[in-house]
């Protein structure tokens, strides 16, 4: 198994800080193997509340926890959403005897109570699965077609992990759901799931999806709002400028796993993938998720007008704007959208990402990165090398 040091130095550095830290990230993504790297799973500070003994343990939860000290790990909070008040009222006692590491499978905004009786005294860390900065560039095509579960992007052959994330999908909606508190029949939500694959990339349109299942938009934007918040969808919000161009203002959709991905279109190899009229927007999406994990901006959008101009991805870095264009091509050109995006949007630079080897420019403020050199982060994306170190005498 892959060594997650990078996560494990943002929680270790999160812990120092805050009071209480909850790394949150979709099923089987690696989180409880992190968190066993700072507390035992044999710890009588260790709770799993898929595991019965503790959720016995856990039955009059102040007085299980109020006697402990150090760090503090509990797994699959979001099964106890009851503990967030006994949380505040153990984290807001001084002296303070410890400290709480809580993981979850939902985000903040599906977890009401964790955000309305935690906050000031929480902080969030974010996980997903490999990344290309883990597993190395010459892994970034079994990267793509796998996706980055840990057990699907090291099963023995592409037809084990093509079954384990088959598998994946079909319990994490019968049981993984529903043990959140979320009813919606496992047949309407597969079949919703599969439709967002066959849109992965386009433009947000309720109607379709809505008239197909026989419910109403509302009702498929609660189904699109729920996979969002178990971490399965991004929505990518669309950014506004003050032009006098019409722009989109819907979101774009994206199935955050690669693997994922393919696995709801039924492609079960590198052959399937590459043969798909989806594996250009399929490489955009995942070109997109490892900008944003790698650089962490403070947002990200999208950019498009109804007159076909449009920039893939928009960061926010620092006060400025910088575009990115992920282009699945040899040798990427200039294209009118770029010159529309840098006159019209202030764009700081645009970065063109392409799975070649060789880094060039298109213009002053376009350069062609390959998606090694993109993955690197922050620098790349900004245009500037990392500072050096000064040495103290």
Not at 29 to 45: Q, Y
Not at 110 to 121: I, M, Y
Not at 152 to 177: C, G, P, T, V, Y
Not at 308 to 316: F, H, K, N, P, V
Request: contains cysteine.
């Amino acid at each position: 198994m892959l060594k997650r040091s990078g996560y494990l130095q943002k929680l270790r550095g999160a812990l120092k800080r805050s009071r209480a830290v909850a790394l949150l990230g979709p099923r089987q993504c690696g989180k409880t193997t992190l968190a066993r790297e700072l507390v035992g799973v044999e710890s009588p500070n260790y709770f799993d509340l898929e595991d019965p003994e503790s959720l016995s343990r856990l039955n009059d939860p102040k007085i299980a926890l109020e006697q402990l000290q150090g760090l503090v790990v509990i797994d699959e909070v979001q099964r106890r959403p009851e503990l967030f008040p006994v949380l505040r009222v153990m984290l807001d006692r001084k002296p303070l005897p410890a400290k709480f590491l809580i993981l979850g499978s939902a985000s903040p905004d599906l977890l009401r109570q964790s955000s309305e009786t935690l906050a000031g005294r929480l902080e969030t860390v974010g996980m997903g699965g490999f990344a290309l900065s883990e597993v190395g560039i010459k892994h970034a095509g079994r990267l793509w077609q796998r996706g980055g579960f840990p057990l699907s992007f090291l099963a023995q052959s592409e037809r084990d992990s093509f079954a384990w994330r088959k598998n994946f999908i079909q319990m994490f909606l019968e049981r993984d759901l529903r043990q959140q508190g979320i009813t919606i029949p496992m047949i309407a939500l597969h079949r919703f799931w599969a439709m967002l694959a066959h849109n992965h990339g386009l433009i947000w349109n309720a109607a379709g999806p809505a008239g197909s299942l026989g419910v109403s938009e509302p009702t498929v934007r609660r189904y699109l709002d729920i996979l969002t918040g178990v971490f399965m969808v991004r929505q990518l919000q669309p950014w506004h400028a003050n032009l006098k161009k019409r722009q989109v203002k819907a979101p774009k959709v994206y199935i955050r796993d690669s693997g994922l991905l393919h696995a709801l279109l039924g492609l079960k190899n590198e052959a399937d993938l590459l043969r798909h009229p989806r594996c250009g927007t399929s490489w955009e999406g995942y070109v997109i998720e490892e900008v944003i994990r790698s650089v962490e901006p403070n947002d990200a959008y999208f950019w498009a007008t109804h007159n076909g101009a449009e920039i893939d991805l928009i960061l926010s870095l620092g006060g400025r704007l910088y575009g990115v264009e992920c282009k699945r091509a040899a040798a990427p050109a200039m294209t009118p959208s770029m010159r529309i995006a840098l006159e019209d949007l202030g764009l700081e630079r645009i970065v063109v990402i392409y799975p070649g080897k060789q880094k060039y420019q298109l213009h002053k403020r376009i350069e062609v990165l390959p998606l090694e050199t993109a993955a690197a982060g922050l620098q790349a994306i900004m245009g500037k090398s990392p500072a050096k170190k000064k040495t103290a005498y």
